[in-house]
């Protein structure tokens, strides 16, 4: 199959999810490539917003050929963004299939607007779509408001997934969720994202005798991610007087706001990484002995499966998807709740004998490269037969 890929996210804001299904299914043999438009923020990175090129380009990553553009969004501009972001990807496609020839099905990552793009390409050429969705419901509250919401967004978006050939909430508590925004009249099948198992594989610890425990969080500093339950959890392990570490990395993570935080609550032992790649997340993992996500809405976060691969347990909270719930990898807190967060990470800081490798091995199964590009390879080619 011919299969191009495309991401309404993509680095340097995220969004390799798309590039480790792209690799997945190359693997089998299939023709993939990633189109991908990312809306630069000058708010968001200013370094980002001057410096990546203006014009398109074609680069290889990890062996994927990928269609670039940037776009410089405007301030406050969302409706006139989107509609540029969508006419680049529509005009972009052009160009693509004057090059590649035309591919066999689209695979869009979030509706919101990579499946929006797709549906417009599919009526010109008659391409069948697949929209694969991992936008929580805290993230759409913030643009929409709560709902019922008469947001301009929403009639568009519920158009795309209702002719979608198919829709892929990467955890099947997702679909309830959104429900009051998209209801659920649309073809949908649970369909986990994958991870690189090979790349996040599994590594004893050293012992803990002698040295601090230590907790990694892996998130980028927003209020979503619960970092101030967190803050508080980890000053309560202090109060206690264990042996703690707490090293965080991700967007804003090195920022005044964070500092700020750490400083006030006069927190020892945090270390702050900002913004890393994929490199320094496994090596932060393979440095740590857990990792916390305090989070108030996620749909499945994969630095979870990469922790539990590598070997390490991960204490999550209750929006955590069943999908993510690995037994004996993963321990689950109320949201919210800085007692119970701060008894958890105390009780896997002083548990002895954690079987990492068997938990790795439940991670590979369920999200494994081959086990998701077997999947989505089916699946496609059951929408393509039906045709």
């Not at 590039?19 to 708010?43: C, F, Y």
């Not at 790349?199 to 004893?204: D, N, S, T």
């Not at 804003?252 to 890393?276: N, P």
């Not at 440095?287 to 590598?310: F, W």
Request: proline share 5%.
């Amino acid at each position: 199959m011919h299969i191009l890929e495309i991401p309404s996210f993509f680095p340097p804001y995220g969004g390799l999810f798309c590039l480790d299904q792209a690799k997945a299914l190359k693997a089998l043999g299939h023709e993939v490539r990633i189109l991908s438009n990312v809306q630069l923020g000058a708010t968001i990175g200013l370094r980002d917003y001057v410096v990546q090129p203006y014009l398109r380009y074609e680069h290889e990553l990890d062996g994927i050929t990928v269609c670039q553009s940037y776009q410089r969004g405007l301030p406050k501009c969302i409706r006139y963004n989107v509609r540029r972001w969508v006419r680049i990807v529509q005009s972009m496609f052009a160009d693509y299939v004057k090059k590649y020839g035309q591919p066999d099905i689209l695979h869009a990552h979030c509706c919101k607007w990579a499946g929006y793009a797709s549906m417009q390409i599919s009526r010109l050429y008659h391409i069948p779509y697949v929209i694969t969705e991992h936008l929580p419901l805290m993230l759409l509250e913030e643009e929409y408001g709560k709902a019922p919401s008469t947001a301009w967004q929403i009639p568009l978006l519920k158009g795309a997934y209702n002719h979608a050939a198919m829709v892929l909430p990467v955890s099947e508590e997702l679909v309830d969720d959104i429900a009051c925004y998209y209801g659920k009249d649309y073809r949908w099948q649970y369909m986990s994202n994958t991870i690189d198992t090979d790349f996040f594989a599994y590594q004893p610890r050293p012992s803990r005798e002698g040295r601090p425990f230590r907790f990694c969080c892996l998130a980028d500093y927003y209020y979503r991610k619960g970092y101030d339950v967190l803050f508080e959890a980890y000053r309560s392990l202090q109060h206690l007087g264990l042996h703690v570490e707490l090293h965080v990395a991700g967007l804003f993570t090195d920022g005044a706001d964070c500092r700020k935080a750490i400083v006030d609550r006069q927190l020892t032992g945090v270390y702050t990484y900002g913004r890393v790649d994929k490199h320094q997340v496994r090596k932060l993992l393979y440095q740590s002995d857990a990792l916390v996500l305090a989070s108030r809405s996620e749909v499945q976060p994969l630095v979870l499966l990469e922790a539990m691969s590598t070997g390490i347990p991960v204490v999550a909270t209750e929006c955590i998807p069943q999908c993510l719930r690995i037994e004996p990898g993963c321990t689950i807190v109320p949201v919210d709740d800085v007692l119970a967060l701060s008894e958890a990470m105390r009780t896997v800081s002083q548990c002895d004998g954690f079987d990492g490798k068997t938990v790795s091995e439940k991670v590979r199964q369920m999200a494994s490269p081959e086990v998701i590009g077997q999947k989505l390879a089916a699946l496609f080619s059951d929408i393509l037969a039906s045709r």
